[in-house]
């Protein structure tokens, strides 16, 4: 599991490394939902400049599984590719990678603790929108993970330009 961690920051880092003074780079968060899990997930997430139509949104999701003994969470290092330029709302379509990792908790048996942990790297495609509301954006999101944990993802984020 550090493997990814560290790619994931070696992916953030190089995107940062490749900004230019016209870039634009925005922060957020918001919610979503997972076909799989079917439950709710809050989402934290960036969205750098790096070449005219595209742009990297990485971010990191934590499902609230409903069962305390189950955690989910996932890593996505996406890439998204505008198709319009218009001021105030574009569209887009989105392709990356993703980490997902689900942990079981058994508790206490004979004395020590149990748990059991599956990390899977699934592929994710999709489209999404973004909403220019002056202060921030809204961006609705719509993607589905092929491999790993598939599951169609339904979510929307507010961003702030820093």
Known sequence: MKKFFILFAVIIAFTFSNLNAKSSTMVGAGLGYGTKIENIAIQVGAVFDIDAPVKIA??????FTGNEFVTWWEINANAHYYLTKEKGTNFYLLGGLQYANITVDYGTIFGASASASSGKIGLNVGAGANFDLGGFNLMPELKFTL????????????????
């Open 147 to 162: 491999g790993g944990n598939e599951q169609l993802h339904i979510g929307v984020s507010a961003m702030f330009p820093i």
């Open 58 to 63: 990485p971010d990191f999701k934590y499902y």
